[in-house]
C-alpha cells in the first residue's frame, strides 16, 4: 500500500526556520508531481508549493514565495520543504501529497485537483 510519512513539524520561534521531509514507500516516486499542503484549525487546505516529477519546475503559493523552499531527492524517495524566516501565520498541519500527473498543473494549489495520495500531516507551530 502507498504510503507517505511527513516529518520535521515542530515547535519553532517567528523567524526560525524548519525542514519538513515526506517519504514515500510503494510509490514510483519519480513518476509524480508531489505537492506540500497545509491546513490550520478551521480554515481550508491550501497548497504551499509544488515540484515536478523531475524537480525541474517548482511552483509557490505567494504567501511563501520567497521563504520556503521545496525540493525533492528520487533517489531517496524524499520531499522537502525548507521554511525559512517562518511567522506565526504559518501554523498549521502541513500534508504531502502525490500529483495525478508528473507535472504541477494551473490548479495544483487545490486539494481538490486530484491528488493521488495524501499522507497524515506533520504539525508546525510557530511562537511569537
Known amino acids: 500500500q502507498v504510503q507517505l510519512l511527513e516529518s520535521g513539524g515542530d515547535l519553532v520561534q517567528a523567524g526560525g526556520s524548519l525542514r519538513l521531509s515526506c517519504t514515500a514507500s510503494?510509490?514510483?516516486?519519480?513518476?509524480?508531481?508531489m505537492g506540500w499542503f497545509r491546513q490550520a484549525p478551521g480554515q481550508e487546505r491550501e497548497g504551499v508549493s509544488c515540484?515536478?516529477?523531475?524537480?525541474?519546475?517548482?511552483v509557490y503559493a505567494d504567501s511563501v514565495k520567497g521563504r520556503f523552499a521545496i525540493s525533492r531527492d528520487n533517489a531517496k524517495n524524499t520531499l522537502y520543504l525548507e521554511m525559512n524566516s517562518i511567522k506565526p501565520e504559518d501554523t498549521a498541519m502541513y500534508y504531502c501529497?502525490?500529483?495525478?500527473?508528473?507535472?504541477?498543473?494551473?490548479?495544483?494549489?487545490?486539494?481538490?485537483?486530484?491528488?493521488?495520495?495524501w499522507g497524515q500531516g506533520t504539525q508546525v507551530t510557530v511562537s511569537s
Open positions: 515540484i515536478s516529477k523531475s524537480g525541474s519546475n517548482t
Open positions: 501529497a502525490a500529483g495525478s500527473y508528473g507535472y504541477c498543473s494551473r490548479s495544483w494549489s487545490s486539494p481538490h485537483q486530484g491528488y493521488s495520495y
Open positions: 510503494e510509490l514510483t516516486f519519480d513518476d509524480y508531481a
